[in-house]
């Protein structure tokens, strides 16, 4: 179903359209105006895109939820990956200790701190570049028990065409994406808006080689599908203290753990 128009509609539209009850309506608009969408305010649209999903959501081989917002014709999903099943069923390798993770290059998550009761929930998994890449499949999602096409660890490519979109908008595209406030990021955040209600997070990464664990709260790190050489992979990098974004790959090794998004082309 298309979603209308923001020039002008306001929650009794949707309360007509799919006849919600309010307690429905407050669960899934917790953060929107309780009485008007603002019509400059993409996350609006995109919380209405959620709500007709409600009860039906998309899911991950775990069976963990994930909601998802549109931007430029593509959707991607507002949480982090959490899946710790590839696609094939096989279980990705949990790696804990630190040498084991920086000799490893067939695949594997961890949680930021090894701490899962901590940090999951807000931010996700941390895999390696090699799980990104393993062929038994990283990115799987369905609806309902029945597998969602075209669902993918965003290219370098993706990621560069959603810095350009962005940047059509005005100035700072990492601000566009990154959560508003200092729940998570640490201050000033700086230019954060989350225009689309993309809510990027901090999550930090793990290095694996000399210590573990770093950036938590300051900055947001994304792989990409795409690798530079035998070593290196493509990043994205968003800072507590820039609006900027950057896709690069300099000294960003595939043993190190960063944070997956997912995306797709709008069917």
């Not at 096989?90 to 949680?111: E, K």
């Not at 959560?179 to 809510?199: K, M, R, V, Y």
Request: hydrophobic content about 35%; some cysteine.
């Amino acid at each position: 179903m298309p979603i209308p128009n923001t020039d002008s509609f306001s929650l009794q539209d949707v309360v007509d359209e799919i006849n919600p009850t309010t307690d429905d309506l407050v669960d899934c608009f917790a953060d929107a105006d309780a009485n008007l969408f603002d019509p400059l305010y993409e996350g609006s649209k995109n919380s209405l895109l959620n709500f007709r999903n409600y009860g039906n959501a998309l899911k991950d081989k775990d069976g963990n939820a994930y909601t998802i917002v549109e931007i430029n014709g593509q959707q991607w999903i507002v949480e982090n990956l959490r899946v710790i099943t590839y696609a094939d069923d096989a279980a990705i390798t949990n790696i804990t200790v630190m040498a084991t993770w920086a000799a490893d290059t067939t695949g594997a998550y961890c949680y930021y701190d090894n701490d899962a009761g901590t940090y999951e929930e807000d931010y996700g998994c941390l895999y390696n570049w090699y799980a990104v890449d393993n062929a038994s499949g990283l990115a799987y999602l369905e609806r309902g028990g029945v597998q969602e096409a075209g669902w993918r660890v965003p290219t370098k490519t993706d990621y560069e065409d959603l810095e350009t979109y962005l940047e059509t908008l005005g100035s700072y595209p990492g601000g566009r994406l990154k959560e508003i406030g200092t729940s998570h990021w640490d201050s000033p955040n700086s230019e954060a808006t989350d225009q689309f209600g993309f809510l990027l997070l901090p999550g930090g990464y793990r290095r694996g080689n000399t210590s573990d664990f770093y950036q938590l709260g300051t900055h947001a790190n994304l792989w990409s599908a795409t690798d530079f050489d035998t070593d290196e992979a493509y990043t994205v990098q968003i800072a507590y203290n820039s609006g900027g974004m950057i896709v690069a790959y300099l000294n960003v090794y595939k043993y190190y753990g960063r944070s997956v998004r997912l995306v797709r082309d709008i069917p």
